[in-house]
């Protein structure tokens, strides 16, 4: 399978816990994207990344939240101190720099329960 | 005003019929526009780019209209299989971020 990959697929927290997601972008996708979607709505952009430069962050990214895609791959998303408004699906997209237009692929999601 | 509004539906038809959605966006800088699909718990599944006036893709056509600031979709001949929700995503070419509707949902009936 040569898709966006992300893991885990779920997860279930309890407030306060940090949790880490991981997301592989398809291997010759040098932009990467990281959003949120939550029931009934449509997915909220949260960052992206092309290589390894963060370029932008949405002001959804509160403190409490990292990301980090340190060698220009895969991206680490973390929440610190969870609360239960985090619980949400946390969706990975990448997309090609050259070429073409701005078409960004999905990855599955990882879903987080924050109890 | 929402950046992106899209009536959510549930648009209820039967196979075979013809059903278009319609979008409008308030950013008049959107460049590029995206059609997704999604299913229950699904990821978002690219369906259509529109670059210029419109794109036609088998079965589904969308038509951009710039003075207006809509974009529509128009699915020819309904199969179970189109059931999902489609979302409908401008793209403003000064930034990467995609900003996507909430979506019309369609359920095509037997």
């Known amino acids: 399978d040569t898709g966006v990959s992300q893991d885990p697929r779920h997860k279930i927290t309890k407030r306060g816990q940090n949790v880490t997601f991981r997301c592989d972008p398809i291997?010759?996708?040098?932009?990467l994207y990281w959003y949120r979607q939550t029931l009934g709505q449509g997915p909220e952009f949260l960052t992206y990344?092309?290589?390894?430069?963060?370029?932008?962050k949405s002001r959804l990214l509160s403190d409490r939240f990292s990301a980090e895609r340190p060698k220009g791959s895969f991206s680490t998303l973390e929440i610190q101190r969870t609360e239960q408004g985090d619980s949400a699906m946390y969706l990975c997209a990448s997309s090609f720099l050259a070429g073409g237009g701005g078409e960004q692929y999905f990855g599955p999601g990882t879903r987080l329960t924050v109890t | 005003r929402k950046e992106v509004e899209q009536d959510p539906g549930p648009f209820n038809v039967p196979e075979g019929a013809t059903v278009a959605f319609n979008c409008t966006y308030s950013?008049?800088?959107?460049?590029?526009f995206f059609w997704y699909r999604q299913d229950c718990r699904k990821e978002p599944k690219l369906l259509m780019s529109v670059y210029s006036s419109g794109n036609e893709d088998g079965r589904f056509t969308a038509q951009l209209n710039r003075a207006s600031q809509y974009i529509s979709l128009l699915i020819r001949d309904s199969k179970l299989s189109d059931s999902a929700t489609y979302l409908c995503v401008p793209q403003d070419t000064g930034r990467r971020a995609l900003t996507f509707g909430s979506g019309t949902r369609l359920q095509v009936q037997p």
């Open positions: 291997s010759e996708h040098n932009r």
């Open positions: 990344f092309q290589n390894e430069a963060q370029l932008e």
């Open positions: 950013n008049s800088a959107s460049q590029s």
